[in-house]
């Protein structure tokens, strides 16, 4: 038996996030007999997917830090690692940044160099003037564009080149996440929720872009109003404890739930009335999807691309809006329930995990072997 084909997948850190998640739910579906990945992260820890990626057949290595200090150990040890792994096909995640690793595989000899977009915009941070001109070099650099969405391949490719982006969509096990009375009661009752209550939930990491201290001023609001609502909050990150202490300032830390990162955020999305996501950007949001397989009620930023918004109870609102619309919104969501077999409307839009494996598989197949034939 011939062995499998192995594509070079680049990331920061293999922990419990959308993009990292997105990647394992492919990685878990596709014939691995075919095609294998393995993974070259950017930071000196295990990611929580290590153990998984493992267990799957797939290797990890580990590069410096993409800081300027470390430039020169960083090219040193990519020429070095691209001599020793001959991979006919690299795939980047990381956004911007793809520009360093990619360069360094397009002069060490790689054929096809995907980069991959996520965000349809940069964090403005200390390295944001890096991530421009990083941006802007990108696509002479890259050999195969792919993104999430259109808004995210416009972002990081430019809107010359949309016609050139090939769309790879976050997408789920939709079963997996079919509403269950049952489990929604068991989940209250795990959480210490009163079925009368109304759960504003939300998942994802706790950083600046993901606006959770707006998640504590809605739940305020609501409260404010007369609703007896809670917010619970899955995931972790630099800015947990900050949020945390502002729900305790407000007087609000009995009704906010902390869950920090968990595996059984299927069972968790089927304990909220409504999902609200006031991101300052976005690409197209996994937990966005999953809580529509759910049925669930959606609420968020018109910073998220309206390519996220599938069902008719999912919504979008200006970050501008005051506070008391975004708590009327997410209110009336929350009372007007569920959507009822939200699940053939997802696949219909290509978010079936098994269709969307079935087509990666076969295009990594494609650019591999035009790989081996030039």
């Given at each position: 038996?011939?062995?499998?084909?192995?594509?070079?997948?680049?990331?920061?850190?293999?922990?419990?996030?959308?993009?990292?998640?997105?990647?394992?739910?492919?990685?878990?579906?596709?014939?691995?007999?075919?095609?294998?990945?393995?993974?070259?992260?950017?930071?000196?820890?295990?990611?929580?997917?290590?153990?998984?990626?493992?267990?799957?057949?797939g290797r990890v290595f580990r590069a410096p830090r993409l800081y300027p200090q470390h430039c020169l150990s960083?090219?040193?040890?990519?020429?070095?690692?691209?001599?020793?792994?001959?991979?006919?096909?690299?795939?980047?995640h990381i956004d911007a940044m793809s520009a360093f690793p990619l360069a360094m595989a397009r002069g060490c000899g790689v054929p096809v160099r995907i980069a991959h977009s996520h965000n349809d915009a940069a964090d403005r941070d200390l390295k944001y003037p890096i991530k421009e001109a990083a941006r802007r070099k990108l696509p002479a650099i890259a050999t195969h564009y792919w993104?999430?969405?259109?808004?995210?391949?416009?972002?990081l490719f430019g809107e010359a080149n949309l016609p050139k982006v090939h769309v790879v969509k976050n997408a789920i096990d939709l079963e997996g996440y079919?509403?269950?009375?049952?489990?929604?009661?068991?989940?209250?009752?795990?959480?210490?929720?009163?079925?009368?209550?109304?759960?504003?939930?939300?998942?994802?990491?706790?950083?600046?872009?993901?606006?959770?201290?707006?998640?504590?001023?809605?739940l305020a609001e609501?409260?404010?109003?007369?609703?007896?609502?809670?917010?619970?909050?899955?995931?972790?990150?630099?800015?947990?404890?900050?949020?945390?202490?502002?729900a305790f300032s407000l007087g609000l830390d009995a009704s906010v739930r902390f869950l920090g990162l968990r595996g059984d955020v299927p069972d968790v999305v089927q304990a909220f009335d409504v999902l609200v996501f006031p991101?300052?950007?976005?690409?197209?949001?996994?937990?966005?999807?999953?809580?529509?397989?759910?049925?669930?009620?959606?609420?968020?930023?018109?910073?998220?691309?309206?390519?996220?918004?599938?069902?008719?109870?999912?919504?979008?609102?200006?970050l501008s809006a005051p506070v008391s619309e975004?708590?009327?919104?997410?209110?009336?969501?929350?009372?007007?329930?569920?959507?009822?077999?939200?699940?053939?409307v997802l696949a219909e839009a290509g978010y079936e995990i098994g269709a969307s494996a079935l087509s990666l598989m076969a295009e990594y197949q494609r650019l591999y072997r035009g790989a081996d034939a030039s």
């Open positions: 038996m011939s062995e499998p084909i192995r594509i070079l997948q680049i990331v920061n850190i293999m922990d419990r996030a959308g993009l990292e998640t997105m990647i394992m739910n492919h990685y878990r579906e596709i014939d691995r007999s075919q095609v294998q990945f393995d993974f070259l992260v950017h930071r000196p820890q295990r990611g929580e997917y290590e153990d998984e990626i493992e267990s799957l057949g960083y090219r040193r040890f990519m020429r070095r690692f691209f001599a020793e792994h001959r991979y006919p096909v690299v795939h980047s993104a999430c969405s259109e808004a995210a391949g416009t972002f079919r509403f269950d009375a049952g489990t929604r009661a068991r989940m209250r009752a795990e959480l210490g929720i009163a079925e009368d209550q109304i759960v504003v939930g939300h998942v994802g990491r706790f950083s600046a872009v993901k606006n959770h201290a707006f998640l504590v001023d809605i609501m409260r404010r109003e007369g609703t007896n609502a809670a917010l619970v909050l899955t995931g972790d990150g630099e800015l947990r404890h900050e949020v945390e202490r502002k991101s300052l950007h976005e690409g197209i949001p996994l937990s966005l999807i999953e809580a529509q397989a759910s049925g669930l009620p959606a609420l968020a930023s018109d910073a998220v691309s309206a390519e996220a918004m599938v069902l008719p109870n999912a919504e979008r609102l200006p975004w708590a009327r919104a997410a209110v009336m969501l929350a009372e007007g329930g569920r959507t009822e077999d939200p699940i053939p």
